[in-house]
T-cell receptor, first 109, second 115 residues
Framework: LAKTTQPISMDSYEGQEVNITCSHN???????ITWYQQFPSQGPRFIIQ???TKVTNEVASLFIPADRKSSTLSLPRVSLSDTAVYYCLVGYNTDKLIFGTGTRLQVFP | NAGVTQTPKFRILKIGQSMTLQCTQDMNHNYMYWYRQDPGMGLKLIYY???????DKGEVPNGYNVSRSTTEDFPLRLELAAPSQTSVYFC??????????????FGPGTRLTVL
């Protein structure tokens, strides 16, 4: 399984765009990149998944450069309710899914 | 659909006691997982299953056992509880197909304290 590296924590203010970058230098050809969000006292929740270039949904965008050795989760105009831990996972479809330590995002008013 | 359900929500055990954490999913998912999360830390994979009758170890399997007799249920067994097993336990499920990549769904968690 590809190892991932993320910042431990980030701070932002309401209304700003937040970009969280994940490094995965040894990503394999078949690996997908997936991001999860976890609020306190809850299980993680799927946010977005991609393989290459850019993916956008109603919650976030995911940018993946051509070499796929990193990816950036972009949260537009964050609010207080976006305060959570964000996990980047890299792996193939049938992998057992290992979570890293995640990035703790704190949004201030 | 109820999704992934876990029981109990909270439990306090004495050292050396045993218990089973229950997990059920009603989405007909083939893969199921057990994770533990210590305070302020990320999730650690304990065991997972790719289908009924098949289980495999994750990152931290010692002190735990699992079984998967049906598609729906994936209980986690603690035989001799130790303080180091104090944690929040999450069960998750996912439908894995070769043609697509599907998200993992998590239960609400079981908060276990061993004293």
């Amino acid at each position: 399984l590809a190892k991932t590296t993320q910042p431990i924590s980030m701070d932002s203010y309401e209304g700003q765009e937040v970009n969280i970058t994940c490094s995965h230098n040894n990503i394999a050809t078949n690996d997908y990149i997936t991001w999860y969000q976890q609020f306190p006292s809850q299980g993680p929740r799927f946010i977005i998944q991609g393989y290459k270039t850019k993916v956008t949904n109603e919650v976030a965008s995911l940018f993946i450069p051509a070499d796929r050795k990193s990816s950036t989760l972009s949260l537009p105009r964050v609010s207080l309710s976006d305060t959570a831990v964000y996990y980047c996972l890299v792996g193939y479809n049938t992998d057992k899914l290992i979570f890293g330590t995640g990035t703790r995002l704190q949004v201030f008013p | 659909n109820a999704g992934v359900t876990q029981t109990p929500k909270f439990r306090i055990l004495k050292i050396g006691q045993s218990m089973t954490l229950q997990c059920t999913q009603d989405m007909n998912h083939n893969y199921m997982y057990w994770y533990r999360q210590d305070p302020g830390m990320g999730l650690k994979l304990i065991y997972y299953s790719v289908g009924a009758g098949i289980t495999d170890k994750g990152e931290v399997p010692n002190g735990y056992n699992v079984s998967r007799s049906t598609t729906e249920d994936f209980p986690l067994r603690l035989e001799l509880a130790a303080p180091s097993q104090t944690s929040v336990y999450f069960c998750a499920s996912r439908h894995v197909q070769r043609s697509s990549y599907n998200e993992q769904f998590f239960g609400p968690g079981t908060r276990l304290t061993v004293l």
